[in-house]
Nanobody, 122 residues
Framework: QLQASGGGLVQAGGSLRISCGCS????????MGWFRQAAGKEREFVAA????????LYSESVKGRFTMSRDRAKNLVYLQMNSLIPEDTAVYYC?????????????????WGQGTLVTVSS
């Protein structure tokens, strides 16, 4: 139901925008989140946005470099990633919150996409 896209290979210092669409269900009234999982590591929170885009949350490691946004009419959420570093290399997953708020906890999210791979070369 959640389809992430836009991942790829980028050099350190570069930018990339990844997207996530809700294909079978509307997610316009739900908070949405991005998480990532690097090889051999736990899945970690990256960013979240409330149902109307009025509130966003970021992890300390991406704050100031990444921006999450959404287009409710199109059921799309985006993650604009700037000043990428090799440590950002991971599979990025979008997730749909059970409620309308933004949230950091994985337990707040009911649906998960399949992930898109972002690789940052040094």
């Amino acid at each position: 139901q959640l389809q992430a896209s836009g991942g790829g290979l980028v050099q350190a210092g570069g930018s990339l925008r990844i997207s996530c669409g809700c294909s079978r269900r509307t997610c316009s009234n739900n908070g949405m989140g991005w998480f990532r999982q690097a090889a051999g590591k736990e899945r970690e929170f990256v960013a979240a946005i409330s149902w109307n885009g009025g509130n966003t949350l970021y992890s300390e490691s991406v704050k100031g470099r990444f921006t999450m946004s959404r287009d409710r009419a199109k059921n799309l959420v985006y993650l604009q990633m700037n000043s990428l570093i090799p440590e950002d290399t991971a599979v990025y997953y979008c997730a749909q919150n059970r409620g309308s708020a933004s949230a950091r906890s994985r337990e707040s999210y009911a649906y998960w996409g399949q992930g898109t791979l972002v690789t940052v070369s040094s």
